[in-house]
């Protein structure tokens, strides 16, 4: 019973132990072991910023597993148009449901929302913040594809001044024992605040602006977007648009066994040559969300322990 009523915020709040536990399940749920797992389960989606795969994915997640789900795919039609805060909106749909994922583009969004909710709610991204669920599937296709997330050298690439996930991601990896390469324009760089969480766990990281001497060490390379919706100033992010882009001339900079994942959407990240190779897994990354949410819902509603 430990995860019921839980909710899943920031990966902060998470032990190397619970991910680990997370992570196992996800096998047994990825597995088919749990048919009608959330047959009594209807989940709120309440995204206030653009989503495909988080939200088609909990959906999927929910209806696949004998749930179901409402809510809302952006804040247009929803009453935040007309000027409902978040926790008013929170305080309703809380009667509706028994579970709530929530996208929105301000930092502690997730926070606040379950604060004022009466069931467990999932972040599924908070402005630049955090997104656990993403998270999780990351590490969850690690592992698959690796086999353990211990003594990997992991490289983070792209925006990681504005990107959530790699936020996440790099507090994430900071439970095992892994090295990071952080490669960013600098102006993109890993806030000081992510920068000094990693050196408290002793993880050690080198920080580069380009991929050419790191490539050959990587196990996995995670590509992201630059998030041109979190620019002040748009002519700062001309400055850096297509900064990087994996073309099939990259992989010979790259291992031969290097894995490259993304959170998606790409834009120029990634060339589509690239998803024809062995080293490409960002699509079964993607498909690796519906038992990662699914478990991660069972858990939380006391469906699953
Ligand atoms: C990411 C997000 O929303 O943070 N997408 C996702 O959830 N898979 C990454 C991005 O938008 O670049």
Request: include cysteine.
């Amino acid at each position: 019973m430990k995860y019921k009523g839980r909710h899943i915020i920031s990966v902060r709040d998470l032990q190397r132990s619970d991910i680990d536990y997370i992570l196992d399940k996800s096998s047994e749920v990825k597995a088919g072991k749990y048919s009608n797992l959330l047959k009594d389960t209807v989940l709120a989606c309440l995204f206030f910023e653009p989503s495909t795969r988080t939200r088609l994915s909990f959906e999927a997640a929910v209806t696949r597993l004998g749930g179901s789900f409402f809510g809302f795919a952006n804040s247009d039609s929803s009453s935040a148009s007309k000027g409902e805060t978040l926790k008013d909106t929170v305080k309703t749909v809380t009667g509706y449901c028994n579970v709530i994922a929530v996208r929105h583009p301000l930092e502690g969004a997730a926070r606040a929302a379950s604060e004022v909710a009466r069931v467990p709610v999932i972040n599924a991204g908070d402005g630049s913040n955090q997104h656990p669920t993403q998270t999780l599937l990351d590490l969850f296709t690690i592992k698959e594809k690796l086999g353990s997330l211990d003594g990997l050298k992991i490289g983070l690439l792209g925006d990681l001044k504005y990107g959530r996930t790699v936020h996440s991601l790099a507090m994430a990896l900071s439970l095992y024992n892994v090295q990071l390469y952080l490669i960013s324009p600098r102006i993109l760089q890993m806030p000081d605040h992510y920068r000094s969480y990693l050196q408290r766990a002793n993880i050690s990281f080198v920080e580069s602006e380009s991929l050419d001497d790191i490539g050959k060490e990587l196990d996995v390379l995670y590509v992201t977007r630059i998030q041109r919706e979190r620019f002040g100033d748009s002519q700062e992010y001309e400055k850096v648009a297509g900064s990087y882009r994996v073309t099939p001339d990259t992989l010979d900079k790259l291992n031969s066994h290097t894995r490259i994942m993304h959170p998606l959407p790409r834009v120029d990240e990634i060339s589509a040559e690239v998803d024809e190779t062995e080293n490409a897994i960002y699509f079964e990354q993607a498909h690796n969300g519906i038992p990662v949410r699914q478990t991660l819902l069972g858990l939380v509603t006391g469906a699953l322990e």
